[in-house]
């Protein structure tokens, strides 16, 4: 007997299509909310990456130099957090927060910043070097009080991870009623992610799972008891190189505006009232 699908986690879809294929992997799209999945689980995803522990990586990260649109990554967030109505020194925590650039980011705009990683190397280079308060863990064993924390960031984490669900539903838990959430991943629905295809710079096969639209995004919050209050997408991280760079960069741009640029950005609440189900 042939096993049937597991359901969509944002929709609960059944009906999956092939969006993508490179060699054996695939990534299969949900007909019902455009959610993708990389098919077989990536080897690296979940944590796994073959950096992780490597206190030399991260150091040598650190010691290279930033460009405005890798700085814009890290930023983007926090602006549209501000943008949202979330004012500054409410408690912040950064899940999955790497060496803990958006906490220092955080914490220059008056935040009360920390940050959770799985790496301890990365929390560690980190600490070194930015003289942020981080922390090393997993998120279902990580150390974080019910009710403790005003705004939790999930910064390009959810796509990585097997069971995002599971992971709004903690920062359910780790938020105050009212609480900020703010998610930031790659755009699936995005038109750069179609016409690029498997060259789109936010695929990311080898470590990403999943593949967010807004609607399948929007879904899946709002059934672990958030309320959706404002998006908006940006450029992924982008150094445009000669003529041709900056035409596709203008192309980039153009898109923010319209909602369908390749990096998503969502801000919701968490409802004071006990959790509903999506319509």
């Not at 803990?100 to 955080?106: E, K, M, P, S």
């Not at 999943?210 to 929007?218: C, D, E, I, N, R």
């Amino acid at each position: 007997m042939t096993a049937r699908p597991a359901a969509c986690p944002a929709c609960r879809e059944s009906r999956l299509v092939t969006a993508l294929r490179v060699g054996a992997v695939e990534v299969r799209r949900c007909v019902g909310c455009g959610l993708g999945r990389t098919v077989p689980t990536p080897a690296e995803a979940d944590g796994r990456e073959r950096f992780v522990g490597d206190p030399a990586y991260f150091r040598d990260a650190m010691a290279q130099p930033k460009d405005q649109w890798w700085h814009r990554f890290n930023r983007a967030p926090l602006a549209l957090l501000e943008a949202a109505g979330a004012p500054p020194g409410l408690r912040l925590l950064d899940v999955g927060c790497n060496v803990g650039y958006l906490v220092a980011a955080a914490r220059e705009r008056g935040f009360r910043a920390h940050g959770l990683d799985g790496s301890a190397a990365a929390v560690a280079a980190g600490r070194a070097a930015l003289g942020v308060e981080l922390q090393a863990g997993r998120i279902e064993t990580a150390a974080v009080a019910r009710a403790s924390q005003d705004v939790v960031v999930l910064n390009h984490v959810l796509e990585h991870l097997p069971e995002p669900r599971a992971v709004l539903d903690a920062a359910h838990g780790w938020l105050t009623p009212g609480g900020w959430l703010v998610i930031g991943l790659p755009n699936f629905a995005s038109p750069i992610a179609r016409w690029a295809g498997t060259r789109w710079a936010g695929l990311v096969l080898d470590q990403h799972i999943w593949h967010f639209t807004p609607g399948a995004l929007s879904r899946m919050v709002a059934s672990a008891g958030f309320v959706r209050i404002r998006w908006r997408t940006c450029m992924l991280a982008y150094a445009p190189r000669g003529l041709a760079g900056w035409a596709k960069w203008l192309v980039r741009l153009g898109l923010e505006p319209l909602g369908a640029a390749d990096n998503l950005l969502l801000v919701a609440r968490r409802a004071p009232a006990s959790r509903t189900s999506v319509p």
